[in-house]
Each structure stands twice: as structure tokens, then as C-alpha cells.
């Protein structure tokens, strides 16, 4: 009998889609192998731990039986939640189970008598191919032996989703899940482009950006680099005086912010897919924040405002699911900038572990933000969304062949705070003597203002001097955060620490 058989249309995996989420951002961004456990009750996988401890190669995958025996004996079992099987990823296209899948399975059934089939799904990764696709297998008990056979597989929602940000087609049994790429239709608005950018890669990006002010004209910019999907969240309205800061006119006064970039986005790209929402980030939900991140291969998330609850969120939700970010904001009087980043497996350090001290100014100290745009010169915005546009080209780009960006996020590597000296008396006005440090003994005469630095930064933990970093863990690798943390829409605060000297604490 063949060991491989075709689809079995008595058996459907069943999933729930934070599930299937929870997959796409842990083994769907990584190259593999990798894998993880899947467990459930009542015929439907409702559980899945990531096995960040397993054995791995570019060709094999061996769970860690120890500690995912564990987790059965002690926490799932005792809950009711059954062996499923195991997700893992395949180097490639290859999409169908290995003679050694096939013998670890055999193994399992054996052991277990009351389990009559192991879900096997195979998933081949962003990172390998630049789309996700879950390939549902199973081993089952047949009177000739185990087998592998084909099954569907059906993602459960409890609402429907619309809307071509949400590719997923929920509560239908399908032969396999495919998400990302999708092919830009063809017009001549990007031809003096496209050496210029990946343009399909351009196109699959979804910014989720959260502040829609100072932002405006770095969102726009994107849209006129081939970007075509937004979510932009802001709750305020253009008043009279943005005229003066920020890319708005006359004729929006009135009107919500993410309303008027909306329009132009959609002006300047038709294809362009945007979600306004007039809501703070604090007012969404953390299922909704799930369902915006969810469906898509290629997603930065952006804290965008001087709101420090809004970006101590960001990085949480950034390292729970396992996907880049990007904040930026101006200090007092435009007389400088910043901007920190995370990439997992690029980056070591989280927002939190570079801004620790501001961590301390906002929770330990519980003092509040005073500093507006006033003051401002428009000039200060231009330049700091410009460096933005940069780096969120290296970040889309990386891992890619394109010859311009696809190396460059590897070499800027763990420097993942920038800083814009935007006064040549910088260091007296805003106290901060980093650039006197970088640029000591470099020829003055060559230097004046309008520099940016990029200052590495390490991870918080013991080995580097500081207590691990509550969001993050201070293990060096983002990834491991993946699934460890709850949206809490609020933050902690570990009182011990380092005063990270070149962050202001005044935004």
C-alpha cells in the first residue's frame, strides 16, 4: 500500500484563525525548518505552542519531545486539550510530508491508542518563498499500517470577513491556505520606478500606522513607492494650525485626518487598499488588532505619535506576533528626531530595551508629556520622514535579492536607534552629547547640522549589565518572544535599570 494516499474528504483540520495567526507569525516568517504543536478539543486545534527549543537544520526539524511533554502532562491535558499534531515547515515549495515526518508520526500513533490520525500540515514560509501556505497532511491508522493522506483544511470565525486586506476565506474546507503574495496590475505610474523598488514586494506590504499627523507625508510618500495597503489610526481632525506642521490643506479643515490621507493615497494609487480609523490606538481592541495584522506576509507596524502609551503598545503587539516595527517622533522644537525599529532576527534589542529610561520617566515617575509641535519648523518633519522612508525600504527589502535594499536592513543590524541632529547647537539646547561623542575627532569644518547617527543598542538582560527587559526578555532574539504576551493596552515598568543618556525624555 502507498504511504502517501490522496485527500481523505472525511477529514478536515479545523482551526481557529488565532491559531492559524499564531502560525503565520512564529514558523511562517522563519526559514526552515521550524515547528510547533498544535492541540484542541472537540475535533477543533484551539491551542498551539511554538517549539523555539527544537532541533533544527535547513532540512530537518526534531521537536523537543521533553518539554512539549511537558506542556501536555501539565497544562494542556489537565485542561482537556488533546494531541492534535505538529505544524513544520519545509525548505522551498516542497509541500509534502518526509519519510521521516511519516516515521515520527508512526511512533506517536503507536504510543498513543486512543489517537487514530496526527494532523501533519506542512508550511512552506514568507522567509523561503515570500508566501505563506499551510498544505494539510495526516497520519492515520490503517489495518496495513500508519499512512499519510491529504485532508482540508477550514479556519473557524465567528464573523465574516470582507474586504481584500482579508484574504482568508473562513468556514469553508479548502485544500490549502495561501496568504501574501499578490501581483500589482499593470500601469504607467510606477515605470520610472520599478528598478527603483521591488514593486510586487512593495505592493503585498500592509503599514499599519498609528498617528496620522506629522506622518501624513511619509504615508503619501509610500503610496507613491508602490505600497498598497494602509490601516491608518488617529482619532483627531485637521484644525487650521496642522496647516503649518504637517502635509494638510485648507480644504481638510474639519474633516478627520485619516479621512484626508485616505483620499490621496487612493488618488495617488487606485489599487491602494486603506482602512481609516478615527479611534486612538488604546480604543482598539486587542481581536481587532489581530484581525488588522492578520492575512498578510509582509506588515510593519508603526508608532507614529508622541503619545507614549501608544508606542509601549506597539512593541508589545510587535513582539507578540513577531512582526516589524517602527516608531519616530520629534523632540522640542524640531531640534531634533529620533526614530527606533525592531526586526525579529535582525534586531536584538526592543523599543523598551532602547528606551528604558523613558519607561521610567512615563511610569515609574508618572510624568507626562508636554511638548507639542509647536515651535516646529516644518523642515524638521520633512527631514525626519525622509530618513523613515529609508528605512522602511531596507525593512520591506530585506531578505530580498534586490540589489540596492535587499542587504541593507544586515548591515544597519543592531543599530536600531537613529538620531537627527536637526541644530548645530544641539547638544546645549536639548542636553544630549551624543554627537559630540560620535564625531569627536572628525573634522569640524565638514560638519554642522542635519546628521543622522545610528547608534547600536543591546538587549537588556543580565549579561549586558540591566534586568531583563520585562517585554522582550533580553534574550537577544526577538523571535523568542513570539506568543508570550498578552495585549494589555498598558505597560509595566521595571524601576532598576540603566538612564540611557542619548534618549530625551521630553518628546
Known amino acids: 500500500m502507498n504511504a502517501y494516499e490522496n485527500k481523505d474528504p472525511r477529514l478536515i483540520l479545523r482551526m481557529t484563525q488565532k491559531v492559524l495567526q499564531s502560525i503565520f507569525a512564529s514558523i511562517g516568517i522563519q526559514k526552515a525548518e521550524s515547528g510547533g504543536m498544535l492541540g484542541g478539543k472537540d475535533g477543533t486545534v484551539t491551542h498551539y505552542h511554538f517549539d523555539k527549543s527544537s532541533s533544527t537544520s535547513a532540512v530537518t526539524y526534531s521537536p523537543d519531545h521533553m518539554a512539549l511533554n511537558t506542556l501536555l502532562k501539565e497544562e494542556w491535558n489537565p485542561a482537556g486539550i488533546r494531541l492534535v499534531g505538529f505544524a513544520h515547515s519545509h525548505p522551498g515549495k516542497g509541500c509534502m510530508p518526509s519519510a521521516g515526518d511519516r516515521f515520527y508520526a508512526e511512533k506517536i500513533l503507536n504510543a498513543i ?74 500601469t504607467k505610474t510606477f515605470d520610472r520606478v520599478k528598478d527603483a523598488y521591488d514593486l510586487s514586494r512593495m505592493y503585498n506590504t500592509r503599514i499599519i500606522a498609528a498617528g496620522a499627523g506629522g506622518a501624513a507625508e511619509w504615508l503619501e510618500q509610500l503610496a507613491r513607492a508602490g505600497i498598497s495597503q494602509f490601516v491608518l489610526i488617529d482619532p483627531d481632525f485637521v484644525s487650521e494650525t496642522n496647516l503649518a506642521t504637517q502635509q494638510v490643506y485648507r480644504k481638510d479643515i474639519g474633516r478627520p485626518k485619516v479621512d484626508c490621507i485616505a483620499e490621496r493615497i487612493r488618488d495617488i494609487n487606485p489599487q491602494a487598499y486603506v482602512i481609516p480609523l478615527q479611534k486612538k490606538l488604546e480604543d482598539l481592541e486587542a481581536d481587532q488588532i489581530e484581525k488588522l495584522i492578520a492575512g498578510n506576509s509582509q506588515t510593519i507596524l508603526c508608532g507614529l505619535t508622541d503619545n507614549f502609551f501608544a508606542q509601549a503598545r506597539i512593541n508589545e503587539i510587535a513582539l507578540n506576533y513577531g512582526i516589524p516595527s517602527l516608531c519616530a517622533q520629534v523632540y522640542k522644537e524640531g531640534r531634533g528626531a529620533e526614530i527606533t525599529f525592531t526586526y525579529p532576527g535582525v534586531t536584538p534589542a526592543c523599543h523598551r530595551c532602547i528606551l528604558s529610561s523613558r519607561y521610567r520617566y512615563f511610569l515609574e515617575e508618572h510624568n507626562e508629556n508636554d511638548v507639542t509641535s509647536h515651535g516646529t519648523p516644518i523642515f524638521a518633519t520633512a527631514q525626519l520622514n525622509a530618513v523613515k522612508g529609508f528605512l522602511a525600504l531596507a525593512m520591506i ?25 536637526l541644530d548645530p547647537d544641539f547638544s546645549d539646547t536639548m542636553g544630549l552629547k551624543v554627537f559630540d561623542r560620535v564625531f569627536e575627532g572628525a573634522d569640524k ?58 534618549v530625551s525624555e521630553s518628546e
Open 113 to 186: 491508542d486512543d489517537l487514530d490520525h496526527l494532523w501533519l500540515p506542512i508550511i512552506n514560509t514568507v522567509a523561503d518563498t515570500r508566501e505563506f501556505i499551510l498544505t494539510p497532511w495526516f497520519a492515520c491508522k490503517t489495518e496495513e499500517g500508519v499512512v499519510i493522506r491529504r485532508g482540508q483544511v477550514e479556519i473557524i470565525s465567528s464573523e465574516k470577513k470582507t474586504g481584500p486586506l482579508e484574504t482568508l476565506q473562513p468556514d469553508v474546507p479548502l485544500d490549502r491556505i495561501t496568504l501574501g503574495k499578490k501581483e500589482p496590475v499593470e
Open 397 to 421: 527589502h530585506h531578505g530580498s535579492d534586490h540589489p540596492r535594499w535587499g542587504n541593507t536592513l544586515k548591515q544597519i543590524g543592531n543599530r536600531n536607534l537613529i538620531q537627527l541632529r
Open 445 to 502: 569644518t565638514r560638519l554642522f547640522f542635519g546628521e543622522p547617527v545610528w547608534l547600536p543598542q543591546q538587549q537588556e538582560c543580565l549579561e549586558t549589565g540591566y534586568p531583563s527587559c520585562p517585554d522582550c526578555g533580553g534574550t537577544g532574539d526577538l523571535r523568542n518572544a513570539i506568543g508570550t504576551l498578552s495585549d494589555r493596552n498598558k505597560t509595566t515598568i521595571n524601576t532598576e535599570g540603566k538612564n540611557n543618556e542619548t
